[in-house]
């Protein structure tokens, strides 16, 4: 399944975006779509992911202001930000896969283009 990130853009700390992953091909509804972002010099690192079954896992850098949800009829997941940081300043990128280890480790040998997110204090 290929996968594309939308929706970033520069807000001030403590605001909101919301980010959105359409994909297209294979079985998405049977997918784990994980969310994960890269920061200049740093190593990509894993958002937030969902299952199947729609259950969710945060890390915790963003545990409680951030929320993962996907809507299957439109092959979509959206990834929900709050009480943003300069910290969460990185270009994000969605990913899915049906090994739910694949995905965690974001194990991907490609990746969409992604969206640039800038918090600005």
């Known amino acids: 399944v290929q996968l594309q990130a939308s929706g970033g853009g520069l807000v001030q700390a403590g605001g909101s975006l919301r980010l959105s992953c359409t994909a297209s091909?294979?079985?998405?509804?049977?997918?784990?779509v994980g969310w994960y972002r890269q920061a200049p010099g740093n190593q990509r690192e894993t958002v937030a992911l969902i299952m199947p079954d729609e259950n969710a896992e945060y890390s915790d850098s963003v545990k409680d202001r951030f929320t993962i949800s996907r809507d299957n009829a439109k092959n979509a997941v959206y990834l929900e930000m709050t009480r943003l940081k300069p910290d969460d300043t990185a270009a994000y990128y969605c990913?899915?896969?049906?090994?739910?280890?694949?995905?965690?480790?974001?194990?991907?040998?490609?990746w969409g283009q992604g969206t640039q997110v800038t918090v600005s204090s």
């Open positions: 990913n899915g896969d049906r090994s739910y280890t694949r995905v965690l480790e974001g194990e991907f040998e490609l």
């Open positions: 091909g294979s079985i998405f509804s049977l997918n784990t």
